[in-house]
């Protein structure tokens, strides 16, 4: 499975921003995906996830209610759609799949393959 991400860039606070994740190879593995972000001399952090199976979704309490993860099974590409953009969002956010979860997962060890990363950077 490759990962490839698309969007990012320099917004102000309160502004918007779509992340996409687009999945090639064979998709037909994947059992959820994800969204994670890490900010310089972070570790990586989870921020939400959607199964591949019954489209549940799963987020970070720091993101619930401003940041949306949904997908395109057709396209075989998950979004994040991220509202209300704060300067402590700012970060390289990356995407993952797994092959292997049944359930949610929050932690990246879960996750076996991953995007390139896309830098988000907030301004205030």
């Known amino acids: 499975v490759q990962l490839e991400q698309s969007g990012g860039g320099l917004v102000q606070t309160g502004d918007s921003l779509r992340l996409s994740c687009a999945a090639s190879g064979r998709t037909f593995v994947i059992s959820a995906m994800a969204w994670f972000r890490q900010a310089p001399g972070k570790e990586r952090e989870f921020v939400a996830a959607?199964?591949?199976?019954?489209?549940?979704?799963i987020y970070a309490d720091s993101v619930k209610g401003r940041f949306t993860v949904f997908r395109d099974g057709v396209k075989h590409t998950m979004y994040l759609e991220t509202n209300s953009l704060e300067p402590e969002d700012t970060a390289v956010y990356y995407c993952?799949?797994?092959?292997?979860?049944?359930?949610?997962?929050?932690?990246?060890?879960?996750?076996?393959?991953w995007g390139q990363g896309t830098q988000v950077t907030v301004s205030s």
């Open positions: 959607i199964s591949w199976l019954n489209y549940r979704t």
């Open positions: 993952a799949a797994s092959s292997t979860i049944v359930a949610l997962s929050n932690t990246t060890s879960d996750y076996d393959h």
